[in-house]
């Protein structure tokens, strides 16, 4: 199993941007494919993008596709989110997912879950 702990969530003007970042100990994080997820206030956890193992397979939902991108320093066991041109509706709680696989693909459903980082945009 990892450990997952993000961080780089805060508050940011409708229209700027923010990087979240995730770090992994307590497992080999390349054999991990990791994902992001949110949580709006009232709203269920829905996925917002995903990388495999060697960050050439990435997917996107539909609402962040353009603006968001996931990648990965495996160096360094850590997964980002870049987001860019940020809306009001993406104001949520920003999770980190892994799951330990034995290819280089993307997954939809996780094992280990980190704690959330709160991101928050004004309009």
């Known amino acids: 199993q990892v450990r997952l702990v993000e961080s780089g969530g805060g508050l940011v003007q409708a229209g700027g941007s923010l990087r979240v970042s995730c770090v992994a100990s307590g497992g080999p994080f390349g054999w991990h494919a990791m994902g992001w997820f949110r949580q709006a206030p009232g709203k269920e956890r829905e996925f917002v993008a995903a990388i495999s193992w060697s960050g050439g397979s990435r997917d996107y939902a539909d609402s962040v596709k353009g603006r968001f991108t996931i990648s990965r320093d495996n160096a360094k066991n850590t997964v980002y989110l870049q987001m860019n041109s940020l809306k009001p509706e993406d104001t949520a709680v920003y999770y980190c997912?892994?799951?330990?696989?034995?290819?280089?693909?993307?997954?939809?459903?996780?094992?280990?879950w980190g704690q959330g980082t709160q991101v928050t945009v004004s309009s």
């Open positions: 997912a892994a799951k330990w696989v034995v290819a280089d693909i993307i997954v939809y459903e996780y094992d280990e």
